[in-house]
């Protein structure tokens, strides 16, 4: 018996997992992309922010690209050759501030919930997601982790938790949180003033990079100087602030803002800031278009946010860039260049998805958030 009261039978159960495996089967461990017009790497080592490559092919072995270089050197006798026929090849977006988690739900009804929030997520090229479990009383906040975790591990996106504590928790209660969670959490901070400092000081000598979440100038300053991983921005950047923030890692940015960031010199995330209950918004592609339209961020600059930059807003390196040895999450969009992304953000232009170098179809998980 499953969540709805639907019951299915053993029979069926064996006949679906045989399909699966069989169509896991049939799936190349080892392939090509090849004819790809423009291949955006955020390759630090290029000369250009995207690191493009033009006229480009990738080789995948199981979850890792092999190789990547010119189409007309492209591996022989590497596994089929998926055509891409002139499109664009981006590394899987990274999305740093998300809530999915459904505020009230029982057990069964926030993991089908989320799963299929986190599903929608995918199909529109979601790699990496930051996913915010809002702290509230002890078991409700264990059933809202230990519902993270599972996702994180039945679905292919890496999940970073973050653990945001909200202003009427007390600072112990705080570190009680922090010690009872994963050691690769991520933690949001909502106080102001003193107690945040104080916190913040506890934090880092247990060895935790923290999240500083709004506070306007005073948020951005405690973010500078605890050493923070990032700041969530909740408003335009004054000059002063803009200024300070040049030290920092990363900005994650609302979206009507990102142009004005991006200017002052800022490293800027971008992020759908998806609230299960207050907004349905679950493609990264749609928050590039949003920077590009009403934050006047420049193209290039929006999609290196939404991919690079929400990467290094997670602390997760290796994400965002396509790269020999790195994992081979990758997005075949119907587009040729980044200023097609933006120029129609409500059409999922998403052609072929690669995640962990498997081609990945989640539409099943995905109806009625897609």
């Known amino acids: 018996m499953g969540p709805g009261h639907t019951a299915i039978c053993a029979d069926c159960v064996d006949s679906a997992v045989t399909i699966l495996e069989e169509r896991r089967a049939n799936m190349p461990s080892e392939f090509v992309l090849g004819g790809v017009g423009q291949l955006i790497t955020n390759d630090p080592r290029r000369p250009d922010l995207l690191g493009e490559i033009r006229n480009a092919a990738i080789h995948v072995r199981g979850d890792r690209i092999v190789w990547l270089g010119p189409d007309a050197q492209r591996p022989r006798n590497a596994g089929p050759?998926?055509?891409?026929r002139g499109r664009m090849v981006i590394p899987g977006f990274v999305d740093p501030h998300a809530a999915p988690l459904m505020p009230k739900a029982d057990a069964v009804t926030l993991r089908r919930d989320t799963t299929r929030r986190v599903g929608a997520m995918i199909t529109?090229?979601?790699?990496?997601?930051?996913?915010?479990?809002?702290?509230?009383?002890?078991?409700?906040?264990?059933?809202?982790l230990s519902t993270a975790h599972l996702v994180g591990r039945e679905l292919p996106v890496d999940v970073v938790l973050i653990h945001e504590m909200p202003p009427d928790v007390s600072g112990s209660?705080?570190?009680?949180?922090?010690?009872?969670?994963?050691?690769?959490?991520?933690?949001?901070?909502?106080?102001?003033?003193?107690?945040?400092?104080?916190?913040?000081?506890?934090?880092?000598?247990?060895?935790?990079?923290?999240?500083?979440?709004?506070?306007?100038?005073?948020?951005?300053?405690?973010?500078?100087?605890?050493?923070?991983?990032?700041?969530?921005?909740?408003?335009?950047p004054s000059d002063a602030m803009a200024e300070a923030l040049i030290g920092a890692d990363v900005v994650v940015v609302p979206e009507s803002d990102a142009g004005a960031w991006w200017d002052g010199g800022v490293v800027v995330a971008l992020a759908t800031h998806h609230q299960a209950g207050a907004g349905r918004v679950v493609s990264m592609q749609w928050a590039i278009g949003d920077a590009v339209r009403n934050g006047g961020m420049p193209p290039d600059a929006a999609l290196w946010a939404a991919t690079r930059g929400g990467a290094v807003a997670l602390d997760r390196?290796?994400?965002?860039?396509?790269?020999?040895?790195?994992?081979?999450?990758?997005?075949?969009?119907?587009?040729?260049?980044?200023?097609?992304?933006?120029?129609?953000?409500?059409?999922?232009?998403?052609?072929?998805?690669?995640?962990?170098?498997?081609?990945?179809?989640?539409?099943?998980?995905?109806?009625?958030?897609?």
């Open 81 to 84: 050759v998926l055509e891409c």
């Open 124 to 144: 529109h090229g979601t790699a990496a997601l930051g996913l915010v479990c809002r702290a509230s009383d002890p078991p409700l906040t264990n059933m809202r």
């Open 173 to 236: 209660a705080l570190l009680d949180g922090v010690r009872m969670s994963a050691a690769s959490a991520v933690f949001d901070i909502s106080h102001d003033g003193d107690v945040t400092a104080r916190i913040l000081g506890e934090l880092g000598r247990l060895g935790q990079r923290t999240r500083v979440h709004g506070g306007g100038s005073l948020g951005a300053r405690l973010a500078i100087e605890s050493s923070s991983l990032c700041w969530v921005a909740d408003r335009p």
């Open 317 to 370: 390196r290796s994400r965002g860039v396509v790269a020999v040895g790195g994992r081979a999450d990758l997005i075949v969009v119907d587009a040729e260049t980044p200023s097609d992304l933006s120029a129609q953000p409500d059409v999922n232009l998403i052609h072929r998805l690669v995640m962990g170098g498997e081609i990945t179809d989640m539409t099943g998980f995905s109806a009625g958030f897609a």
